[in-house]
């Protein structure tokens, strides 16, 4: 039987592509974010998962506002990264796992949960720079299935629905047969907004609350409409809903291994949390 062993949530913002490019690792600006990713490489190094099930938002790579599936997921043997116009170096290709993917889409189509099925994907930097902090030599040890929550173009779904995605994802992981060890990573949030009268919007009681609850009393978030989170954590905070998803395929006892919290990375609130299943 597969097993989730630990899930990871992160933020991902376009600019650390840029940072790794220009080994900025170590500069001040960038070094309170990229330390907070040392424990995490250990504890992968320690427990080599097989697979990671990637849970993030397509920014219009992929998926343009003419076709916005709510849910989707990637069936594909290989996906490629392009460039999305910000000037960072892509990555080298990850490889899939087909059969893991469609035994997920089969047990949650058979759950009511009807994902756009995607044979051929190209994943954005919501999905590889994430993984490229995860594994700086981008010399990736492990399998993927990408996962999209639309959170670009209204209207999107709700944190209740989000949380009931992850969970029938959870059982359909621990109903595959193989014995794969799997990994969940999560990215986006935590607050931010982009756009508008409130650019620069950051909200960092509300990501303390938010990471804090994910140990305490994981579905906290879905207490909060789609208006009530944008008002709460910005309208690209709501990305934040990877996280929530991640946390319910994870079960009812999690462990916090480690978490990093730091404003701002770019316009974003960088918040980082690492689960391990208890
Ligand atoms: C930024 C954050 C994001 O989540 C994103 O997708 C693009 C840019 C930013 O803070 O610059
Ligand atoms: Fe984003």
Not at 11 to 16: G, L
Not at 139 to 147: D, S
Not at 162 to 184: F, I, N, T, Y
Not at 233 to 259: F, I, N, Y
């Amino acid at each position: 039987m597969a097993q989730i062993i630990g899930g990871i949530t992160t933020s991902h913002v376009p600019a650390i592509g840029r940072a790794i490019a220009k080994n900025l690792q170590q500069d001040p600006y960038w070094k309170p974010f990229f330390d907070g990713f040392i424990p995490i490489r250990q504890w992968l190094g320690d427990v080599k998962p097989d697979v990671v099930v990637v849970l993030y938002n397509d920014h219009g790579l992929n998926f343009f506002l003419d076709k916005m599936p709510t849910f989707s997921i990637g069936a594909a043997p290989e996906y490629r990264n392009a460039d999305e116009g910000w000037g960072i170096p892509t990555v080298p290709p990850f490889m899939g796992d087909p059969a893991l993917s469609w035994h997920l889409i089969e047990q949650l189509v058979g759950e009511e949960f009807d994902l756009t099925t995607c044979q051929e994907m190209k994943v954005d930097h919501a999905f590889t720079l994430p993984m490229a902090l995860l594994w700086p030599d981008q010399n990736w040890p492990v399998r993927v299935v990408p996962v999209c929550i639309n959170t670009v173009q209204a209207p999107l779904p709700s944190a209740t629905r989000c949380w009931k995605l992850g969970q029938a994802l959870g059982r359909a992981v621990a109903s595959w047969p193989g014995d794969e060890k799997v990994v969940v990573l999560g990215t986006g949030g935590l607050s931010h907004q982009l756009d508008g009268e409130r650019a620069g919007f950051i909200n960092k009681d509300f990501d303390l609350k938010f990471m804090d609850s994910l140990t305490t009393d994981p579905s906290w978030a879905c207490q909060f409409n789609t208006h009530q989170l944008v008002e709460q954590a910005g309208t690209q905070g709501v990305e934040l809903l990877m996280w929530l998803a991640t946390r319910a395929m994870q079960g009812d006892e999690v462990r916090k291994l480690h978490s990093n919290y730091h404003i701002p990375i770019s316009n974003t609130a960088s918040g980082l949390m690492l689960l391990q299943a208890a």
